[in-house]
């Protein structure tokens, strides 16, 4: 397993988990019709359908512990004031940030979302450009790679999937490079979007990219926790844990969940 969005559920359920071992009555609010909503996710892109194991793993452990768990529940202080928690702990994940791109809204492209083409809210277009050549990006190149679909990535970092351990970060490149997915690299940036033209620096050199019908935004991620706003004028005690604390891999948040648990 790898890191960031998959970790709010790592963080989240194995708090629960932990919470529920040692004695607490816990309940999951989870705003999703079903949980484990990143995970489910992630096992989406090729080879890494062994991710809903992790999903299995939760349901059973969850169930066999009796811990209430609540779906479509979008929480606000009616919630909070119905159940009235001891304490609250914030899992709710991060989101991707939009760049700040002059043009991008204003072109006759589809611009959406990686986790809306995963989840199929979207269909992926013919010919894509991805927005961030890290994991997430990465991730989502090879599954639209594997649909046919021509596709290139402007990754805005030094190297490429910085996210990923060597031995998931390379077989995935290799994959990229033999579907024939173009790949801009080193502090390759999107400069404007002028004319249906994406312009770009590329190593200091302006390339035009044309041709594309979509764009996907799958870039740097911000922690979201606007729930805080509502917990905070309930004056309960809470804990903001995982990603919706800083994006961060997966092994820093399960061991923030067994140090949180065991001071419940």
């Known amino acids: 397993m790898e890191n960031n969005k998959e970790n709010e559920v790592l963080s989240g359920m194995e708090t629960a988990r932990l919470a529920a071992t040692r004695g607490h009555k816990v309940i999951i609010c989870e705003k999703d019709g079903h949980i484990g909503g990143q995970v489910v996710l992630a ?4 080879k890494r359908q062994n991710f809903l194991k992790l999903v299995d793993y939760y349901t059973f452990q969850l169930s066999q512990l009796h811990v209430e768990i609540r779906l479509n529940v979008e929480v606000d202080e009616e919630v909070i004031d119905e159940i009235k928690p001891d304490e609250i702990v914030v899992a709710t994940g991060s989101l991707p940030r939009i760049p700040q791109i002059p043009g991008l809204f204003d072109c006759s492209m589809d611009v959406v979302l990686a986790k809306d083409i995963l989840s199929g809210n979207e269909i992926p277009g013919d010919n894509v450009l991805i927005i961030g050549g890290q994991r997430y990006g990465l991730l989502v190149a090879d599954y ?5 679909k021509d596709v290139v990535v402007i990754n805005s970092s030094k190297h490429l999937a910085e996210d990923l351990a060597a031995n998931d970060r390379w077989p995935l490149i290799t994959r990229l490079r033999t579907a024939g997915v173009k790949i801009y690299k080193r502090n390759s940036i999107i400069k404007e979007i002028k004319d249906d033209v994406i312009i770009a620096l590329i190593e200091g050199n302006e390339v035009q990219i044309k041709d594309r019908d979509q764009i996907v935004i799958a870039d740097a991620m911000r922690s979201e926790r606007s ?6 004028k309930t004056e309960i005690p809470y804990h903001i844990i995982g990603d919706a604390k800083e994006p961060r891999g997966c092994l820093e948040a399960i061991a923030e969940a067994h140090e949180l648990a ?3």
């Open 144 to 148: 639209l790679a594997e649909a046919g």
């Open 262 to 264: 065991s001071a419940l």
């Open 227 to 232: 729930v805080v706003n509502i917990i905070r």
């Open 43 to 46: 096992a989406i892109p090729p």
